[in-house]
């Protein structure tokens, strides 16, 4: 089973989303594109969020 390449973690209103493709460097694809538009499209419908982090997983 692949790693998903976007991570979304929301809590006491902090939405974390981690860019997960670490073995590239987070470089973004097709896929990781869809997903974080998804992720992003969530976080905009929860009124319990009141700020969004981006960060990415490994070192880059």
């Given at each position: 089973?692949?790693q998903?390449?976007?991570?979304?973690?929301i809590?006491q209103?902090?939405?974390?989303?981690t860019?997960?493709r670490?073995?590239?460097?987070?470089?973004?694809?097709?896929e990781?594109?869809e997903?974080?538009r998804?992720?992003?499209?969530?976080?905009?419908?929860d009124?319990s969020?009141?700020?969004?982090?981006?960060?990415g997983a490994g070192?880059?």
């Open positions: 089973m692949t998903p390449s976007i991570l979304l973690e809590d209103g902090v939405a974390l989303l860019l997960n670490p073995d590239s460097l987070n470089s973004f694809n097709v990781m594109h997903r974080m998804d992720a992003i499209t969530t976080v905009r419908k009124e969020v009141r700020v969004l982090v981006i960060t070192r880059g």
